[in-house]
């Protein structure tokens, strides 16, 4: 007896659902999340990374600026080179110096001077100088000189009469010891005012100069006749009196 054959049952008509896809019918859950992109939040940029950034550009801005500032010194130094001008003292004569026994003390100096100007290219305009002459820190004579102008290669005489009158003296002063003693006194001679330079047509702001003459020595006349300082040896420098804050340098 034949065996009879059995056909295979017959495969579902549909496609098969593959495990990453939703069945049908799908839920809307599954419709609205199905292959939607995965939110992932982006790092900020932190607010030192900021400082960092705006530090470095400050440098270079300030490295810059002072490279520029450079060059235009070497090439203004080139084509001027520029000096200092130079100040002497040419004759001090003491025409009263009384210390009463109630230490106060009057004073009258003739003081003549000279300023030069070594350069060929450079201008200075003076403002009025103040002057003043101190022993031992003790402030002995004050006075001014008129404002003036040093054109290129001049040479200007500078002209004062300073005098204090009535200057309370401490008993114990290095000054009334030296008066009794020696009957001279070593003397500073200060100069303070402005300067403005021109170099061409060019008018630089005004700045403030300190000159200081030191190694003066003068006597103490004893009567009407006026005395002539030792100023042989006097040196005079010139300092800028720049003024940074609440500091003068």
């Known amino acids: 007896m034949a065996e009879k054959v059995y056909p295979a049952s017959k495969p579902s008509a549909g496609p098969t659902p593959s495990a990453g896809n939703p069945s049908f019918p799908a839920s809307k859950a599954q419709l609205y999340n199905h292959n939607r992109p995965v939110y992932r939040p982006q790092p900020r940029r932190s607010r030192r990374s900021c400082c960092c950034s705006l530090c470095l550009w400050l440098t270079c801005i300030i490295i810059i600026l002072l490279l520029l500032i450079a060059v235009a010194s070497g090439v203004v130094y080139v084509l001027y080179r520029p000096h200092r001008p130079t100040f002497a003292v040419a004759s001090l004569h003491v025409t009263q110096f009384n210390l009463t026994s109630s230490n106060k003390l009057t004073t009258n100096f003739n003081f003549t001077g000279s300023a030069r100007n070594p350069n060929k290219?450079?201008?200075?305009?003076?403002?009025?100088?103040?002057?003043?002459?101190?022993?031992?820190?003790?402030?002995?004579?004050?006075?001014?000189?008129?404002?003036?102008?040093?054109?290129?290669?001049?040479?200007?005489?500078?002209?004062?009469?300073?005098?204090?009158?009535?200057?309370?003296?401490?008993?114990?002063?290095?000054?009334?010891?030296?008066?009794?003693?020696?009957?001279?006194?070593?003397?500073?001679?200060?100069?303070?005012?402005?300067?403005?330079?021109?170099?061409?047509?060019?008018?630089?702001?005004?700045?403030?100069?300190?000159?200081?003459?030191?190694?003066?020595?003068?006597?103490?006349?004893?009567g009407k006749t006026a005395t002539a300082a030792t100023v042989s040896d006097a040196k005079c420098k010139v300092d800028l009196r720049i003024k940074i804050w609440k500091w003068t340098i």
């Open 121 to 222: 290219k450079i201008t200075f305009d003076y403002d009025p100088v103040t002057v003043s002459f101190k022993s031992d820190d003790v402030n002995v004579g004050d006075g001014t000189i008129a404002a003036f102008t040093m054109p290129k290669k001049n040479t200007t005489m500078l002209r004062t009469v300073t005098s204090v009158n009535g200057v309370s003296v401490d008993d114990n002063s290095q000054l009334k010891s030296d008066l009794k003693s020696k009957k001279s006194l070593q003397l500073r001679i200060q100069l303070d005012t402005k300067v403005k330079v021109k170099i061409g047509s060019i008018k630089a702001k005004k700045l403030p100069i300190r000159v200081t003459c030191d190694g003066i020595k003068a006597a103490v006349p004893t």
